[in-house]
């Protein structure tokens, strides 16, 4: 199975997100049902070794808090976009959790992650767009923003691939909060 563990954003916030969801032909848009922050992507695992992250992930304690989101961005290689997102504030308190879930991950037998932490919502993935050509969405989405969002837990989902994307199900949810 293909996991990852993530950030829910409330109902509310993914409609606002999904209303970005214009102006970008060929993008391959993010169904709101999936709308998330990524903590850490885990990857193809049997059941055993998801039984002994949900052990590891279940140790994770933290207060719950607020994140914003504000503005939109891209990730792009050279000068071709990938990836179109809103950006989520990288408080203290989210990239707490963050490095919490990260040693739980690595102390579940998975390597470390190697790229940096930049929290995001994605919105659509992008087949090597020239920058150019994401200039007016990045431009129209500049003064985007939504929160407080409260983040009272984290969840480990289970990615379902299929002909239309993903689809993901929640397998486990982690309370954060006075512990």
Do not use: I
Not at 24 to 30: D, F, I, N, Y
Not at 110 to 115: D, S
């Amino acid at each position: 199975m293909r996991l990852f563990v993530a950030v829910p954003l409330p109902e509310a916030v993914r409609e606002r997100l999904a209303g970005l969801r214009t102006g970008l032909p060929g993008a391959r848009w993010v169904s709101a049902d999936n709308m998330h922050v990524s903590l850490r992507f885990v990857g193809e695992v049997d059941e055993g070794v998801a039984e002994d992250l949900d052990a590891a992930l279940s140790a994770v304690h933290g207060p719950a808090f607020d994140l914003s989101l504000a503005g939109v961005g891209c990730f792009q290689s050279g000068r071709r976009v990938r990836v179109v997102w809103a950006s989520v504030d990288g408080s203290a308190a989210l990239t707490h959790l963050h490095g919490k879930v990260e040693s739980a991950v690595v102390r579940s037998g998975f390597g470390p992650e190697g790229r940096k932490f930049k929290p995001h919502v994605t919105l659509a993935r992008l087949k090597n767009t020239p920058v150019g050509k994401v200039s007016g969405f990045l431009e129209a989405g500049h003064g985007f923003s939504a929160g407080p969002v409260p983040v009272t837990r984290f969840t480990l989902y289970r990615s379902h691939l299929n002909r239309d994307g993903a689809q993901y199900e929640a397998l486990a949810d982690y309370p954060l909060g006075d512990t």
